[in-house]
């Protein structure tokens, strides 16, 4: 989840808060709903570990960017952060009887589909974002960020190309 961070911060740069959630919560949807397809254990790590994971974490990246920048330079920008930080804990705190409810329910495959639906609701509230005005910044430093932006993308491609080979 954590190592979407670097590149989900490279997509915020580039594309905005808004494409960012929405995609991270279509990306974690899609991964839950191919483990609920599952009959394979590598299959299994691969979809809920890597591709869910992936979604989650550039959601979590942007919610953890957002809020401290729409209240900054405002005297409780520590107090709206806390508070945003600690829903995740207490959503841990709520769902996990209505998951638990959900598997005994219905299976761990159905519960797959139905946290699918989640995690693909979630990408509407990142609709909710609105864009905030930027600094503008001076040609040169445009070229050295597009510059910045290839190397990196060069460097995301070579480690999953070794990933892939291995």
């Known amino acids: 989840m954590f190592a979407a961070g670097p590149p989900s911060g490279r997509l915020v740069k580039a594309l905005g808060w808004r494409v960012v959630a929405v995609g991270g919560g279509i990306i974690a949807g899609t991964g839950l709903l191919l483990t609920s397809l599952t009959s394979n254990l590598l299959f299994l790590i691969s979809s809920y570990g890597f591709v869910t994971g992936f979604g989650c974490g550039m959601a ?17 920008q520590k107090m709206a952060a806390e508070m945003a930080f600690c829903g995740s804990g207490v959503g841990t705190f709520i769902f996990s009887p209505i998951v638990q409810y959900v598997y005994v329910t219905y299976g761990w495959q159905n519960l797959f589909i139905v946290l699918a639906g989640v995690g693909v609701q979630c990408s509407s509230v990142g609709l909710l974002f609105r864009s905030l ?4 910044t001076t040609d040169s430093e445009k070229v ?23």
């Open 133 to 136: 005005s930027t600094t503008s």
């Open 144 to 166: 050295k960020e597009k510059i910045a932006n290839w190397e990196f993308l060069k460097m995301l491609v070579s480690i999953f190309l070794i990933l892939v080979s291995s």
């Open 60 to 76: 979590y990246m942007v919610a953890c960017v957002a809020v401290p920048a729409y209240f900054r330079r405002h005297r409780r």
